[in-house]
């Protein structure tokens, strides 16, 4: 009989090697399906807007963006933003990190007016060309970004760009040089509630005493920033160290000369490489869909705003229209029946505006629906244009015999006649437009209950005062 093997017997790796390899193999096939998962909902999402010209006019700028994350998923770039105030060496910083100047630096003032980009590419050894490995997705793209000092004269708008970049980044590193100061307290803790990964970077240490420099960092760790960050999260580093060397000339004369020293950037670049391998990939992923989510709200506010300004629109031209073919009518009949051909014609021009294919059929059944579930509207209108119609043709009978005598009365009763199958006509619009933009669904509370409520918040008087000065400026011809 085969013996079992002992614990912890070598057979070319331990079960608890095998554990970890099995966690961590899917740990990195789940982030792999969100990842593509991700790409599919954002290219679904780009490619469905389903914007009119007009929609899309005024949008441009949301729609591009939310092209760029595409991009940036297809591509898969990382994207690592720096702030900081003025002064704390974040283009010096960044500059470091790639290994060469490609930020603008100034010694007076901040000198970056507009956000910088570079690619950036990192090893996990650190040399030659920065590259960053992702398990499972082979070379990455990663880009930096310098933002302006956030205590820029133009402050609001440097405030609205650093929120911009800080909501596309994946990870942000937030430059101090010293001891924090109240706005860098307020600024970093607006920045967490973005939700990024935030590295505090305690930069420029090479110009304190060891003691005053540890002096200083605990200071921080322990009260300005514990209840944003861990101790994890901050990094000391030295961008752009002063060497001051001693020089003597010809005279004998002794004097210092001040030339920059090598970068000390590793423990910084070390805490970027573990926080990309560990979490890259998911880092990519989640804070793209959650850009792309907050610029698709936008646009959908827009979309609904647009396309609420276009029915209402639509509304009222047919209930002028129906208005005025009711009070220039004088045959009951066909005041009633031409009112439910324009109903109808107000119906299907809403579906085709809210994008909802609906047939002719399909707009009288939903008519129906509506007129029976608004009751005792629909019956007063019936009943008032029943008697109206018999008074105004009485009147304009009469009128050719009088000649033109019983005229004002004729267009009084003409004209509020219209006026009560305009109000209705208005009403029929307003329930069609709220089911629709409710995705042709009456939602749980059912017809009777939207009906009810929308009815409830029409100024019927005040609709039908409308309906008639405007009515009466048509019949009449005055303007």
Do not use: C
Request: aromatic share 4%; glycine share 8%; proline share 3%.
């Amino acid at each position: 009989m085969t013996s079992l093997p002992e614990p912890n017997q070598n057979h070319g790796s331990t079960w608890e090697e095998e554990l970890d390899h099995a966690i961590f193999t899917f740990a990195d096939i789940q982030a792999e399906l969100n990842y593509k998962q991700a790409k599919t909902a954002l290219h679904n999402l780009v490619k469905g807007l389903d914007l009119s010209n007009q929609e899309k006019s005024g949008l441009e700028a949301q729609i591009a963006d939310l092209e760029t994350m595409l991009d940036k998923l297809e591509s898969m770039v990382v994207q690592i933003a720096a702030f900081g105030m003025v002064g704390r060496g974040k283009s010096s910083l960044l500059n470091a990190l790639v290994g060469e100047t490609v930020f603008e630096t100034g010694p007076l003032h901040g000198v970056t007016r507009t956000e910088q980009k570079v690619n950036w590419s990192i090893t996990k050894e650190d040399q030659g060309a920065l590259k960053a490995t992702f398990p499972t997705t082979g070379q990455s793209q990663i880009e930096l970004v310098d933002t302006p000092g956030l205590d820029e004269v133009d402050g609001e708008t440097r405030a609205i760009l650093a929120q911009q970049v800080a909501k596309q980044a994946d990870l942000i590193l937030f430059v101090i040089s010293g001891d924090m100061t109240k706005i860098e307290q307020v600024a970093l803790s607006q920045l967490r509630e973005v939700g990024k990964p935030i590295i505090l970077v305690f930069n420029k240490v090479d110009q304190y005493p060891e003691a005053d420099r540890i002096a200083i960092y605990e200071k921080i760790r322990n009260e300005r920033v514990k209840e944003l960050l861990s101790p994890d999260e901050i990094v000391m580093s030295a961008a752009s160290p002063v060497v001051k060397t001693a020089v003597v000339d010809q005279d004998g004369n002794r004097s210092l000369k001040l030339r920059s020293g090598e970068a000390r950037v590793d423990d910084l670049k070390i805490k970027i490489l573990e926080i990309l391998q560990r979490e890259g990939k998911a880092l990519v992923a989640l804070n793209t869909m959650l850009y792309a989510d907050a610029v698709n709200e936008q646009v959908v506010q827009r979309k609904l705003i647009i396309r609420e300004q276009n029915a209402n629109d639509l509304i009222w031209k047919a209930v002028m229209t129906k208005a005025l073919a009711i009070a220039l009518n004088p045959v009951t009949v066909v005041d009633i029946l031409s009112g439910v051909v324009i109903d109808i014609a107000l119906i299907l021009g809403l579906s085709k505006l809210y994008s909802i294919e609906m047939t002719e059929k399909g707009a009288v059944k939903l008519l129906q629906k509506i007129a029976l579930s608004m009751g005792g509207i629909g019956a007063s209108e019936l009943l008032a244009n029943l008697g109206l119609s018999s008074l105004k043709t009485l009147l304009g009978v009469s009128s050719g015999v009088t000649a033109g005598v019983s005229l004002a009365p004729y267009l009084s009763v003409a004209v509020t006649q219209g006026a009560v199958g305009g109000v209705s006509s208005y009403g029929i619009g307003q329930v069609t437009k709220a089911y629709l933009a409710n995705g042709a669904t009456w939602g749980p509370d059912g017809p009777k209950a939207v009906v009810s409520k929308i009815l409830s918040s029409l100024d019927e008087t005040s609709i039908m005062n409308r309906i008639k000065d405007e009515l009466m400026m048509k019949v009449t011809g005055d303007s």
